[in-house]
């Protein structure tokens, strides 16, 4: 047995059942073995593409999304992935093969310090220099993907290192440095507290269940981050909506009337919480992004269980709030609002998939989630291209219908993960709401810096031609009684819909 044969067994006892990726020279022994084990590998069509599908992979269903890459060229192909994953803490496992120990410092062919780049959008960046380390190397990453899950974990992997049959085995033993020093202060802040808030993040998903009990319990109402819509159906009264840039009146009403803020599991930053509030208890696994004067440094549910809740009694006062976001053209052909309000409302149970772009606000605005997981989109660094990829990581991952509401700028970032899509049959519907333009930038122009549009006009393809040449089914429609005739139908993937929407301004925050 060599290092790439001891990895994939590893990979396999963890229950890892998929692997997005594409093989190369440098990455081939782990191919080799990864061929010979019952572990399917997803074959991509770029590997940007593989890091988002493992991406969604994690994010629509917990379990541990993985991808894998050859050198230089196929790691760099990558990096826009994993900086949406660094950005959103979503942990997943990045496997790049490098040329043997002794090039790795030389001007060989595809020789680059993969390393020394990969370590400032990971969580942790492993360059392994032996079989003992590689092997080190990947049991440290699942345990710190399964523990302490704050986002991508990378390992460099050299060909002579994957090939050797030189290495040591060992259990690991680990200890989580947590500091919740200051749980006494957040026991007699909560205490006090008449009017207490839950801020919840996407570092809370495990603690959903527990969460919403103590929250009806209690009766302690809830807003959330964008990545955690969901984690209580928002359809439930106490759920208030967004907090932060896109706050609802309701959840804005709240944090600005609440006495003790109890933030699980979120970033902190300025799209949440455009001021640090004097009466915030924040709790995340991540030290680096805890603000406030009460930080916990741990796992939410350690806090949950060190924490006694007393039942309050102003979620009355918040109710009497309009919680009605007014979106104008709802009923309008052509507005893309008026078709992204009909496809949620016949997929409104499945999973969602967006871009970049402002179908995603559109999207946002409308979606109510009613499970984690269920709305996908790359928040903090919004990369155009991740809808696609990302639909097909989710469908393996969940087997559920997972429908992608992507734009005309954004589909054609990784298109060519139509023959992805297709390859495995996936019951995956893409929704391409083409309005022939780069929208928001576009409307920064005109309002921001006050010039007319420039570069942002899209000459596009025919989408129905170009989805058909993929063999997969495709359908054109230009108005809403034709879109509304469509949905009537029994929808299944792989299918492509183009919508012929106009151009049209978001709501901005």
């Not at 496992?93 to 030389?106: P, S």
């Not at 103590?214 to 969901?230: D, L, R, S, W």
């Not at 930080?295 to 269980?305: S, Y």
Request: a negative charge.
């Amino acid at each position: 047995m060599n290092v790439s044969d001891r990895m994939v067994e590893i990979l396999a006892e963890e229950g890892i059942r998929h692997i997005f990726g594409i093989p190369g020279e440098q990455i081939m022994p782990l191919y080799k073995a990864l061929s010979e084990s019952e572990i399917t590998h997803v074959l991509t069509r770029h590997e940007q593409a593989a890091a988002h599908a493992a991406d969604a992979y994690t994010r629509s269903s917990g379990k541990i999304g993985v991808c894998i890459t050859t050198a230089s060229p196929g790691a760099y192909n990558t990096t826009m992935a994993l900086a949406t994953a660094f950005k959103d803490n979503v942990p997943i496992l990045v496997l790049t093969g490098d040329n043997d120990l002794e090039y790795r410092n030389m001007d060989r062919f595809q020789s680059l310090p993969v390393f020394d780049t990969f370590k400032h959008i990971t969580r942790a960046s492993y360059n392994p220099l032996n079989g003992t380390e590689a092997i080190y190397a990947l049991k440290a990453a699942i345990y710190e993907l399964k523990t302490m899950p704050k986002g991508p974990i990378h390992i460099n992997l050299s060909k002579d290192v994957l090939s050797s049959e030189d290495f040591q085995d060992f259990d690991l033993c680990y200890l989580c440095e947590d500091d919740m020093s200051q749980i006494g202060d957040a026991q007699e802040m909560i205490n006090s507290s008449e009017k207490p808030l839950f801020i919840l993040g996407a570092g809370a998903l495990s603690q959903c269940d527990k969460i919403g009990e103590i929250a009806h319990k209690y009766q302690i109402p809830v807003t959330t981050t964008f990545h955690a819509k969901g984690i209580i159906s928002e359809f439930d009264d106490l759920v208030l909506g967004l907090s932060g840039i896109r706050s609802t009146p309701r959840a804005k009403y709240a944090f600005e009337n609440s006495d003790c803020i109890i933030a699980l599991g979120i970033k902190g930053s300025e799209r949440t919480l455009p001021e640090i509030p004097d009466n915030l208890i924040h709790v995340n696994l991540n030290r680096d992004v805890l603000v406030g004067d009460c930080q916990i440094h741990g796992k939410v549910e350690d806090f949950l269980a060190e924490i006694n809740f007393k039942k309050v009694s102003w979620m009355d006062e918040i109710l009497q709030i309009d919680n009605s976001v007014y979106i104008e053209n709802l009923d309008d052909d052509l507005a893309p609002q008026a078709a992204i309000k009909r496809i949620l409302e016949k997929f409104g149970e499945d999973i969602i998939v967006s871009d970049a772009g402002s179908h995603t606000t559109w999207t946002t605005l409308l979606m109510k989630s009613i499970r984690p997981g269920q709305y996908l989109f790359p928040g903090a660094m919004a990369p155009m291209g991740y809808s696609l990829p990302a639909a097909i990581g989710a469908s393996f991952a969940t087997d559920k219908q997972v429908i992608s509401i992507n734009g005309d700028g954004g589909i054609q970032m990784n298109i060519q993960e139509l023959a992805t899509l297709k390859e495995n049959d996936l019951d995956v519907i893409i929704f391409i709401i083409n309005n022939s333009e780069f929208g928001i930038i576009r409307q920064w122009q005109e309002q921001v810096y006050d010039m007319k549009p420039y570069q942002v006009k899209l000459s596009n393809p025919d989408f129905v031609k170009l989805a058909s040449s993929y063999s997969i089914d495709a359908v054109r429609v230009d108005n809403l009684s034709d879109l509304e005739y469509l949905l009537e139908s029994d929808l299944h993937g792989p299918l492509v819909v183009e919508v012929v929407v106009r151009s049209e301004n978001v709501p901005l925050p």
